[in-house]
């Protein structure tokens, strides 16, 4: 079953050539997120942070779409960047993005692309069951829309394979991608932002978390530091785990730590990134510790701490 129908969504025509009525098609109840589409009411959660909240709805108004998706369309750029979870810097753009190789879709609340078939690679999400442009294609497509560190970011997250940390660690899933996909999809036609796209391509790297652990090692390595190790274990002198840091420079015993709300908000885990950081320190590790408005804000004083501790280090 289509994702769409799963969630109550349907078209008017299949409904009508079902035998439904056109007063129960219209009835007062059902939303009418698209033309020609009725839906369920959609439950909202308010205790979601907003971001996620509008994430959620963008996902929810691509299922419901999907119901109406021509054949040979996808899901793709933003809409497909949310699908696969890979970590937009924002999202001013609420609209759904579908691309077909025929004459593009039009419709109230999405953007049509007409895309030549050869430069997308189209895939079944394997959560929704949508039709999606793949990880390395959906980067590729977001090169006229998302430029410098972000661009990274986002290839970044497609070449990761999350783990659990540790000698006894695990990988949790593949990678979404690998950088021969990434190459590839850059290399096989003439694509918009090419250029950008390139250059990001040097820079991605395997085990970067998050967005701003993306920015936190750019921002060192274009200020002319040396560039950091990412997803690094530490052990301890008698071979015992101490525990993974988001950069560092083992040589020298630097560990940078990005602090997300999540780190403030959740007992927990402030509570582990306590005991991590006093173990660090034990073994001699100097933990430079650093928030968003550091990053976003004040980059300058984030690079200048991290100098200095190369500096006096070495």
Same mark, same amino acid.
């Given at each position: 079953?289509?994702?769409?129908?799963?969630?109550?969504?349907?078209?008017?025509?299949?409904?009508?050539?079902?035998?439904?009525?056109?007063?129960?098609?219209?009835?007062?109840?059902?939303?009418?997120?698209f033309y020609g589409v009725r839906a369920a009411p959609r439950a909202h959660d308010a205790a979601a942070h907003p971001f996620a909240r509008e994430r959620a709805a963008i996902i929810e108004a691509a299922l419901r779409f999907s119901v109406r998706m021509n054949d040979g369309g996808c899901f793709s750029h933003t809409t497909a960047a949310l699908l696969w979870d890979l970590p937009l810097p924002n999202l001013s753009d609420t609209r759904v993005h579908v691309s077909t190789p025929g004459r593009a879709p039009r419709a109230a609340g999405t953007v049509g692309h007409h895309v030549r078939p050869d430069l997308v690679r189209i895939v079944r999400h394997p959560l929704f069951g949508v039709p999606v442009s793949d990880p390395a294609t959906t980067w590729a497509m977001l090169a006229p829309m998302i430029t410098g560190y972000d661009l990274v970011a986002i290839g970044d997250a497609i070449v990761r394979s999350p783990r659990v940390a540790g000698p006894f660690g695990y990988v949790i899933r593949p990678a979404l991608g690998d950088l021969d996909e990434l190459r590839r999809a850059v290399t096989i036609g003439r694509r918009i932002g090419a250029e950008a796209l390139r250059a990001a391509l040097e820079r991605i790297r395997p085990g970067v978390a998050s967005r701003t652990e993306t920015w936190a090692r750019l921002l060192l390595v274009d200020a002319g530091l040396p560039e950091p190790v990412t997803d690094h274990d530490v052990y301890g002198a008698a071979g015992e785990f101490?525990?993974?840091? @988001?950069? /560092?420079?083992?040589?020298?015993?630097?560990?940078?730590?990005?602090?997300?709300?999540?780190?403030?908000? @959740?007992? /927990?885990?402030?509570?582990?990134?306590l005991e991590k950081h006093e173990r660090l320190m034990d073994a001699g590790w100097r933990v430079i510790r650093v928030a968003r408005d550091q990053l976003f804000r004040y980059p300058l004083q984030y690079v200048d701490r991290v100098r200095v501790a190369l500096s006096t280090r070495r």
């Amino acid at each position: 079953m289509n994702a769409g129908a799963q969630r109550g969504a349907f078209t008017v025509a299949d409904a009508r050539t079902r035998g439904m009525s056109r007063r129960r098609v219209d009835r007062a109840e059902l939303e009418r997120p698209f033309y020609g589409v009725r839906a369920a009411p959609r439950a909202h959660d308010a205790a979601a942070h907003p971001f996620a909240r509008e994430r959620a709805a963008i996902i929810e108004a691509a299922l419901r779409f999907s119901v109406r998706m021509n054949d040979g369309g996808c899901f793709s750029h933003t809409t497909a960047a949310l699908l696969w979870d890979l970590p937009l810097p924002n999202l001013s753009d609420t609209r759904v993005h579908v691309s077909t190789p025929g004459r593009a879709p039009r419709a109230a609340g999405t953007v049509g692309h007409h895309v030549r078939p050869d430069l997308v690679r189209i895939v079944r999400h394997p959560l929704f069951g949508v039709p999606v442009s793949d990880p390395a294609t959906t980067w590729a497509m977001l090169a006229p829309m998302i430029t410098g560190y972000d661009l990274v970011a986002i290839g970044d997250a497609i070449v990761r394979s999350p783990r659990v940390a540790g000698p006894f660690g695990y990988v949790i899933r593949p990678a979404l991608g690998d950088l021969d996909e990434l190459r590839r999809a850059v290399t096989i036609g003439r694509r918009i932002g090419a250029e950008a796209l390139r250059a990001a391509l040097e820079r991605i790297r395997p085990g970067v978390a998050s967005r701003t652990e993306t920015w936190a090692r750019l921002l060192l390595v274009d200020a002319g530091l040396p560039e950091p190790v990412t997803d690094h274990d530490v052990y301890g002198a008698a071979g015992e785990f101490l525990g993974c840091v @988001d950069l /560092a420079y083992p040589e020298l015993r630097i560990a940078i730590e990005y602090e997300g709300d999540q780190h403030r908000t @959740d007992a /927990a885990q402030w509570q582990r990134d306590l005991e991590k950081h006093e173990r660090l320190m034990d073994a001699g590790w100097r933990v430079i510790r650093v928030a968003r408005d550091q990053l976003f804000r004040y980059p300058l004083q984030y690079v200048d701490r991290v100098r200095v501790a190369l500096s006096t280090r070495r």
